[in-house]
C-alpha cells in the first residue's frame, strides 16, 4: 500500500448544537497503526483529552478497533499517582521510544495523537489565534516515514 494515501484523513471537529463532535472522512484498517495530529495544542490540550482519552465524541464507533493514546511530555510521568492517573487516560509519553513502540505493535490498532506544535505552541496559545509551529517540529513524520 502506499505510504502517504491519496486522499490522507481529515478528522474536522464542528460544532453541534454547542458541542463538538468528531467526523470520519475516511476510514481506517484497524489491523494497521497511524499517527493522528491535533492542533491547537492549547494551554492544556482539553480537546484532544476529550476527544481522544474518552468517548465524549464518540471516537471508538466512529473509528471501531482503534486505540487512541495521547501523547504528552515525558516530565509527567516523573510524579507519583499522577502518572498512573495519566496512564490510566490512555496518555504515553511522547519520547522518541514510546511513538516508535506504539508503531511497531503487531496486528496493528494503535493510534498514537500527537500536538503538531508541542509545548512551544501551549505557550504561545491566545484568546483567537491559531498558531501551529512546525518549523522544528518533523521528528514525528520522520518516525511515520521509518514505520511505513
Not at 448544537?17 to 472522512?25: A, K
Not at 483529552?49 to 482503534?66: I, K, R, S, V, Y
Request: glycine share 12%.
Amino acid at each position: 500500500p502506499p505510504l502517504i494515501p491519496p486522499n490522507p484523513p481529515v478528522i474536522p471537529c464542528n460544532p453541534r448544537n454547542g458541542v463538538w463532535q468528531l467526523q470520519r472522512t475516511v476510514e481506517l484498517d484497524p489491523g494497521r497503526n497511524y499517527i493522528f495530529g491535533f492542533h491547537p495544542h492549547g494551554v492544556l490540550a482539553a480537546g484532544a483529552f476529550a476527544n481522544f482519552c474518552t468517548e465524549a465524541t464518540g471516537f471508538g464507533e466512529l473509528f471501531p478497533g482503534l486505540q487512541p493514546h495521547l501523547l504528552t511530555l515525558p516530565c509527567w510521568f516523573r510524579l507519583p499517582f499522577f502518572r498512573d492517573y495519566l496512564l490510566a487516560g490512555g496518555l504515553v509519553s511522547s519520547a522518541r521510544s514510546s511513538l516508535e513502540f506504539l508503531l511497531s505493535r503487531e496486528g496493528g490498532g494503535h493510534v498514537a495523537v500527537i500536538a503538531l506544535g508541542g509545548p512551544p505552541e501551549s505557550l504561545d496559545a491566545h484568546p483567537g489565534e491559531l498558531t501551529l509551529r512546525l518549523r522544528d517540529r518533523k521528528g514525528f513524520v520522520r518516525i511515520a516515514l521509518e514505520h511505513g
